[in-house]
């Protein structure tokens, strides 16, 4: 791994696992790697946001798609990008 990245990656790995316990200090030192404000703020969006879908997934018991469901989302996705499924 770059050393511009392990700031950033033990920033969001903190969070993902101990949030309370993120500082300052940590933020810092992946600002000062190179990490741009919102680079750091998209990376903990994202780690906290799994978390959550992780989370109420776990807690409701939704089932994950079969493999060949994802295949099949990846090639309409591929060929029209994000939009609604034609009725």
Known sequence: ????ERPLWALVEKAGTASPDV????AEAARA????DEAIYDALTV???FKFYN????????RDLPAMAY???AK????????????
């Open 1 to 4: 791994m770059p050393d511009r």
């Open 23 to 26: 500082t300052r200090e940590e």
């Open 33 to 36: 790697a190179g990490w741009s």
């Open 47 to 49: 780690v906290s946001l």
């Open 55 to 62: 989370t109420w997934i776990d807690a409701t018991g939704v």
């Open 71 to 73: 295949g099949m989302m």
């Open 76 to 87: 309409r996705m591929a060929t029209k990008g994000y939009v609604p499924l034609e009725e």
